[in-house]
């Protein structure tokens, strides 16, 4: 019922910035708590930050804190991304995703997924 698509992926290198985009459709993006997480090759995906639908509160991952921001325009059904100070860890696939809970930290308290930008960070 929700269509979300990623985008503002690429290469960077450390130290560099990138602010990634989710773009969402379908039902009432202003109803949905947002997520970002994460995947590098071979490990598990992995919470990165979210924003809730009702209060607005931010959540992030110890790894995020500091140099991520996450933020959403309710008007323009996008919810952001903001990366600074990027590491050649932060490397991975990165996913949006929408939660109907007021707030989430868990993947499995996910909805909808996009389909994933990647962002590499070279060292």
């Known amino acids: 019922q929700v269509q979300l698509v990623e985008s503002g992926g690429g290469l960077v290198q450390a130290g560099g910035s990138l602010r990634l985009s989710c773009v969402a459709s379908g039902r009432p993006f202003s109803r949905y708590t947002v997520g970002w997480f994460r995947q590098a090759p071979g490990k598990e995906r992995e919470f990165v930050a979210a924003?809730?639908?009702?209060?607005?509160?931010?959540y992030y991952a110890d790894s995020a804190k500091g140099r991520f921001t996450i933020s959403r325009d309710n008007a323009k059904n996008t919810a952001y991304l903001q990366m600074n100070t990027l590491k050649p860890e932060d490397t991975a696939v990165y996913y949006c995703a929408a939660s109907k809970l007021s707030a989430a930290t868990q993947r499995y308290e996910y909805d909808y997924w996009g389909q994933g930008t990647q962002v590499t960070v070279s060292s």
């Open positions: 924003i809730s639908w009702s209060s607005g509160n931010t």
